[in-house]
Structure formats: C-alpha cells, structure tokens
C-alpha cells in the first residue's frame, strides 16, 4: 500500500509542490531528446530509403566522431578534420554499398539487419584500432554557459540551446530533401520495393550510396554534439538502444515521428527519473523509454507517425 | 552410393512419419549421440568447461529462440531476459526449498520464464516486426534492471551475485564449483538431446504447422481458424521455457556463479540471434550447428595468434577479433542467407547423387 502510494500519489503532490523543478527536468529532458532525435533521424533515412533496419547508426556516431576527434588530435584544424570526415563517411558509404548491400538486394528484413549488427562489429572494431579506446574531449567552440530564465527561479544552457537549434536544422533540411527533390522522391521507391524501384530505372547503386552517405553526416552531426557533451568514447555506440524506442514510438517511416518521439522520450524519461525514480529504487532510465515506448505501441501499432498498416491477405 | 533412401520401403505410416525417415540418418544421429557422450573420455576439464558445456548451453538457448523467431516469426531480441528469469528462479527454488530435487527445480524454473514469456509475449498480438523486436527489447532491460535492484532475487547478499549451490543426482555432484566437468557435460547434453527431440516433434505436428502458418501470413492463417493469441502466446511460452532451462543450466552447470551481465544484450540475446541467423532460421540442427559456429569462432580467434607466434597487444587483439567476427557474418549472410541448415540440405542432395554426376 505504502509503495503503491509512492508510485501514484506522492509524485503528483511533488510535482505539485515544486512546479520549477518539474519545468527544469522538462527542459532539461527536451534538450536530451533533441540528441535522442538526432541518432533516430539515421535510422529512420536509412530505413526510408532502403527498408533496412541499420543497427550499425550507432556505430556509426562512435566512428565519425572517433575520426573526428583523432584527426584533431594529430593536428589537423577543425574545418580541415569536418572535411575529411566527411570524406571517410561518404568513403564508407561506398565501401558498404560495393561490399555489402550489393550482395543483400532483395533479402529479408531480418538478413539485412544481422548484416547490419556485423557491420556494427567491423566500425566499432575499426574506430577503436585506429584511435585508441580512450575518453577523448571534443573542443568545437560551442559555447557551455548556464543562464536564467523566468527571473531566475531556471537553469538552461547555451549548449543545450545550440544543440536543440542544429537538430532543428537538420530536420527541416532533411524533411524539404525528402518531400520536395527528385532523389527524395526516388528514396521512398526504393524503400517500398527494390525490385520494382530498379525496374522503373532507379539507379538503385547511386540512392544507397546517397543515403548512407546522409546516414553518415547525420551521424556525424550526432556525434559531434553528444562527443562535445560527454566526451568521446565507446558509449556513444550505445546511444543506438536509447535511439530505439525513439523510433518505434515516433514510426519507422517519419522524420517528424523521430523528432517528436525523442523529445516524448527525453522528457519522459527525465520526469520519470526525477519524481518516480527514488521510490522505484534509481536508475529507471534505461528501461523507462522501452516501457513508454511500448505503451504507446500497443494502442498505435505502428508509431505515432507511422504510415499505416494495411494488411491484405 | 552409401546415402540413398532407394529401396528402404516403409509400410507402416508410423514408419512413414519418422523423424529421420532414412536409415542412414538414423544411423548417423545414433552415432553422433554416442560419440557426444564419449567426449569426456578424450576431452580435459578447459575443452569441457569453456567450449563444450558453454555450446550445449547456447545450443538449447538457440533452439528455444528459434522456435519463436523460426517457426512462429516472432522477432524477438528478450532472450538474455527470459534465461536470466530461469537461472535467477532456479537459484531462488534451490536455496529456499530444502531437498528439492535440482532437475525438478530447473524444469520449474523454465516454467517461471515461461509465465515471463508469455506476459512480454502479450503485445505481439498488436506490434509485428521490427517494432515487435524492439518492443522485447523492454523486457531484456526491465527484466535485469529489476534483477539487480532487488535484494528478494539474489537472497539478499552483499555481492549481488547469483552462486550455484552443490547439489546431487544419483548420489553425483552435478552443479556448484566442486561438480565435475564430466557430470555437469553430461547433465547439458542429457537435456540438450531431450530437449531438441522434443522440440523435432513439436513443430512438426499441428503445433508447429499452426506456427509455421502465423509466420507465414497471420491474417490468411486466423482466416483458416487458427487462434493468434494461443498459437502467439504458446510460441512465446516454449521458447521461453526453453531459454529459461538453458539460463539455469549456464549458472549451475557453466559459469557457477553470475551477476545480471552474464545475460546482457551482446553476451546472449544478440549472439543466440547470429546463432539461429547463420545457423538457418526455422531449423532445430541448424540451431545446433550455429550455436557451435558462433561459440567456436571467438575461441578460435582468441587462440590463433599466439598459436601462430604472434605476440600482439590485448587490446589491438579485442577490436582484431571484433572486426573478423563481423567481416565473416556479413559475409555469411551474402554466401548464405538461409543457414548451415541450406548447407547441409544442398550436401545431402549432393550425398545421393554420388558418385554420379546425375
């Protein structure tokens, strides 16, 4: 009765009673859901434009953002290091493309996403031997100042406001390529069908390599911004299980879904964490946002934003 | 010449029905039985211990997923949370009851992940796919999270670690430290052999073709009369109960002693689902033989380098090892999609048509 009490009543009254700090864990809960967001938005493209479920985004963030930070470490400046990057991620899409996906055209789901843990293994393999497997910092220049709001009564932090405009940016420039462009167009065919893609003359090779190369970039946004925040290190790899409900509460399929999914869930999880947590024992976090995600699931099987279902026999 | 099934008529429809319909097979399954059980024979206790009992342990594991994932299509990435509910019931069964009988206790614990199953099992009735697998994902999280944060689980002591206690059968110390190698081997590959037997007869009788059916197409397969939420939830609540004897199994007979890692993500859900994948979803030999791949490549690769004389860093040797293993599922996944179970389907053809070419 007391425990029930803790979990259903008392948390209510202290949000209640401190309405600051339950704004505060908000923001602060927005502010990591734009980063949640941000690594969900590599899956949902990739996703888009080739039906496959790519476990190795997460990877991916650790190696864009291990290259990065290696290259300024030997030297290289920031603008120099950001170019070569982006020359390994587009590099990588080739490989993965020629090597890979080539082989596993019109494959099951499933293969494709073993395929994918594999090469979750070979990057994370990879990164590490080249740059070592230390805690590396990440000097971008984004300003770190907290700052007042509401007369002082909350805390918020230039970063956090950086980072949340970049996502933005991100999102509205990839949700024009995707509706307004002929390769967007192209995109969403390919994802519907391979064969039938190819046979209406889509060149299949160019958009996976377009794709991954996004999927990269995007990656690399991710991980100069959680790099920046938290150090680079091998648990940024994964951010890719936190990245997972984000994905099928907001729908495989939809930009937007990854947006608002990650910002529900980084909310979601901070509120739980701050009112809930000490009653249920800490450390809810990891398991809260596939719980949330979950409830959300069974009411809209297909995400938030998901296209819809439809089932014929 | 010496694989053909010309000429071995069957006259009976039980002999018709068998589970190894040629002779030969039989033969061969016989064989290899034995020879599994002669391998303590020739074998010292670190071939036992880390490959041999670690791959009848993944192998039951494998069997379990892939009846769910194989044969009923249910995507499911729970598994090293449904093995953690077995070992930590079989813990709590074996320390609380005085007297009780361990095998008895392993069988009620694969119950207890059984009834586990079953409730994570619940939204599969709503979520397919990929969300499904995501939505397992829950379960492996919660599961050992609630494991670790609750005193109740692991009686409270101070380690927060799980320790087979001693325990015999037939007046043979099979589970704790002291427990031969031998007779915890033995006990493995008792239960693997009954396990996958039963396994074998389950999905080919009508169980198994209403699995197979919801697979297949679950919409057309609710059309014909088959029931979604039992056939679903039946199929969650097998495989689980197999995951849950083989997590019992790996604390008392394996490791000994655990702590919730030993069933993580990467540590059991991820490797038994490569298991299945190379070894051929929807086949109980392909569970074995992938279960076998996926134990022995990394101790292969961890013994080559010195075997060879090559003195590297550990650390440049983990991420080494890291890169091969996932160089050779991709490509094994390009080779063969379907499995060694396509494999050994493809070598048998070949089997009956020697020595000649047509």
């Known amino acids: 009765m007391e425990f029930l009490e803790s979990i259903l009543v008392t948390p209510f009254i202290e949000i209640w009673e401190s309405p600051y ?6 923001l602060v809960g927005l502010s990591t859901g734009v980063l949640y967001s941000l690594v969900a938005l590599g899956f949902v493209l990739i996703f888009k434009a080739s039906g496959m479920f790519n476990f190795a985004q997460g990877a991916m963030v650790l190696f864009s953002a291990l290259t990065l930070v290696g290259l300024m470490e030997h030297g290289v400046p920031l603008w120099a290091a950001l170019i070569l990057t982006v020359a390994t991620m587009v590099g990588l899409a080739f490989l ?11 494959q099951e789901g499933l293969i494709l996403f073993m395929a994918t843990i594999g090469l979750n293994f070979i990057l994370e393999g990879t990164g590490q031997l080249m740059w070592g497997s230390d805690v590396k910092r990440l000097e971008i ?5 907290p700052f007042d709001i509401l007369g002082g009564k909350i805390l918020l932090n230039t970063f956090d406001v950086t980072a949340a405009f970049i996502g933005a940016l991100l999102v509205v420039s990839l949700a024009v390529f995707f509706q307004k462009t002929p390769m967007g167009r192209a995109l969403r065919a390919v994802a519907d069908d391979h064969q039938a893609a190819l046979s209406v003359g889509i060149p299949l090779k160019t958009i996976w390599i377009a794709v991954w190369t996004i999927a990269g970039i995007v990656a690399l946004v991710a991980g100069i911004v959680w790099g920046a925040k938290s150090g680079v290190q091998f648990s940024l790899s994964l951010i890719a299980l936190k990245a997972l409900p984000v994905l099928i509460l907001g729908g495989f399929t939809s930009v937007p879904g990854a947006i608002v999914g990650g910002l529900i869930i980084g909310v979601g999880e901070k509120v739980a964490e701050g009112f809930w947590g000490p009653a249920l024992g800490g450390a809810i976090e990891n398991w809260f946002a596939y ?6 699931l069974v009411f809209r099987p297909q995400g938030l934003f998901g296209e819809k279902i439809i089932e014929r026999v | 010449m010496f694989y053909r099934e010309a000429g071995q008529f069957k006259t009976t429809y039980q002999g018709d029905q068998a589970v190894f319909p040629v002779f030969q ?4 399954v016989i064989l290899v039985i034995l020879a599994a059980y002669a391998v303590p024979l020739v074998a010292d206790e670190y071939w036992l211990q880390a490959i041999f009992i ?3 342990v993944f192998a039951l594991m494998a069997i379990g997923l892939n009846i769910l994932m194989g044969y009923a299509g249910q995507v499911s990435l729970g598994t090293g949370a449904f093995a953690a509910v077995g070992a930590y019931a079989c813990y709590k069964l074996t320390t609380n009851i005085e007297g009780m009988n361990v095998i008895v206790a392993i069988l009620l614990s694969g119950g207890c992940a059984a009834a586990v199953g079953v409730v994570f099992g619940l939204p599969s009735l709503r979520i397919k796919g990929f969300y499904l697998a995501v939505a397992t994902l829950a379960a ?4 050992l999270w609630l494991f670790n944060k609750v005193g109740w689980f692991y009686n409270n002591n101070p380690s927060g670690t799980i320790t087979a206690p ?10 704790g430290p002291s427990a031969s190698p031998e007779a915890r081997y033995i006990v493995c590959l008792t239960f693997l052999i009954a396990f996958a037997w039963f396994a074998k007869n389950l999905v080919r009788g009508r169980i198994g073709r209403n699995w197979m059916a919801i697979r297949d197409m679950d919409i057309a397969a609710e059309i014909i009369g088959i029931r979604p939420l039992q056939t679903k939830l039946l199929a969650f609540a097998i495989s689980s109960f197999y995951c849950g004897v083989a997590g019992a199994l790996m604390i008392f007979c394996w490791l000994g002693s655990a702590e919730t890692e030993a069933f993580d993500l990467a540590n059991v859900s991820f490797r038994v689902l490569f298991m299945i994948i190379i070894g051929g979803l929807g086949s109980i030999g392909g569970s074995i033989m992938g279960a076998a791949f996926i134990v022995l490549v990394p101790i292969f690769l961890t013994n080559f380098p010195p075997m060879v004389g090559l003195d590297i860093s550990t650390a440049l040797q983990k991420h080494l090892e890291e890169i091969i293993f996932g160089v050779m599922i991709v490509f094994f996944l390009i080779v063969e999609p379907e499995g060694f179970a396509r494999l050994w389907q493809i070598l048998r053809e070949k089997l009956r048509k020697w020595p000649f070419p047509y």
Not at chain 1, 141 to 145: C, H, L, R, V
Not at chain 1, 291 to 296: E, G, N, R, Y
Not at chain 2, 140 to 143: A, G, K, R
Not at chain 2, 166 to 175: A, K, M, S, Y
């Open chain 1, 96 to 106: 993965v493309e020629r090597f890979m996906l080539r082989h596993l055209v019109n």
């Open chain 2, 140 to 143: 492996q999280f919660f599961i």
């Open chain 1, 291 to 296: 719980m949330l995600a979950l409830a959300f």
């Open chain 2, 166 to 175: 001693p325990r015999e059968l037939f007046g043979v110390l099979i589970t």
């Open chain 1, 141 to 145: 220049g984004i300003p770190d100042q």
């Open chain 2, 25 to 28: 097979d039989k033969v061969a």
């Open chain 1, 21 to 26: 700090y339950f704004i505060e864990l908000v």
């Open chain 2, 54 to 56: 670690q791959f009848l």
